[in-house]
T-cell receptor
Framework: AQKVTQAQTEISVVEKEDVTLDCVYE???????LFWYKQPPSGELVFLIR??????QNEISGRYSWNFQKSTSSFNFTITASQVVDSAVYFC????????????FGAGTRLTVKP | EAQVTQNPRYLITVTGKKLTVTCSQN?????MSWYRQDPGLGLRQIYY???????DKGDVPEGYKVSRKEKRNFPLILESPSPNQTSLYFC??????????????FGAGTRLSVL
């Protein structure tokens, strides 16, 4: 069975601090995909990143970076120099190689960035 | 602009009164799905559709119906809503169901309250 755990329910930081959101997953598949989505206060879900299980290279996009470690089944998300606009709920998700049908979401981490 | 549109965004209803939440996408996507989001549980899939006239149950289908008569539309029907269906609902679409090619794009969400 596939499972995603986001142990941090809520995180609060002050602007310009760095913050890491943890994501731990369980799967028996050797090929799978990992995702991060952002849900700002307006409610929509915004796609941030998708990572194939064969690609363990870390990725950086501006202030965002992702650390994928297969050995610890983790796909952590770091925001550098956080800003108030980063305040949102962030979801990590896991999906089987072939289909979107069994995508599993974590419970989400609510990040609040205070000015 | 490419988008997934859900209506209504907010809905308050009473137990037993049939309702429909509409979902439309303008990207010619084959795959569409419905999720519900509940605190502490993340998003869970209700139903999905691989193409016109092809639908199937997700993880939590009880109390819901869907139809896919046209490619662009995928309405969610609650024949007899109950309070435990109070939730935030998301419609999503992707080019096809095969995850290697596709990322799911989400609508803005529909917040439903059943009294």
């Amino acid at each position: 069975a596939q499972k995603v755990t986001q142990a941090q329910t809520e995180i609060s930081v002050v602007e310009k601090e760095d913050v890491t959101l943890d994501c731990v997953y369980e799967t028996r598949d050797t090929t799978y995909y990992l995702f991060w989505y952002k849900q700002p206060p307006s409610g929509e879900l915004v796609f941030l990143i998708r990572r194939n299980s064969f690609d363990e290279q870390n990725e950086i996009s501006g202030r965002y970076s992702w650390n994928f470690q297969k050995s610890t089944s983790s796909f952590n998300f770091t925001i550098t120099a956080s800003q108030v606009v980063d305040s949102a709920v962030y979801f990590c998700a896991l999906s089987h190689r072939y289909t979107n049908n069994d995508m599993r979401f974590g419970a989400g981490t609510r990040l609040t960035v205070k000015p | 602009e490419a988008q997934v549109t859900q209506n209504p965004r907010y809905l308050i209803t009473v137990t037993g009164k049939k309702l429909t939440v509409t979902c439309s996408q303008n990207m010619n996507h084959e795959y569409m799905s419905w999720y519900r989001q509940d605190p502490g549980l993340g998003l869970r899939q209700i139903y999905y559709s691989m193409n016109v006239e092809v639908t199937d149950k997700g993880d939590v289908p009880e109390g819901y119906k869907v139809s896919r008569k046209e490619k662009r539309n995928f309405p969610l029907i609650l024949e007899s809503p109950s309070p435990n269906q109070t939730s935030l609902y998301f419609c999503a679409s992707s080019l096809a169901g095969q995850i290697e090619k596709n990322i799911q794009y989400f609508g803005a969400g529909t917040r439903l309250s059943v009294l």
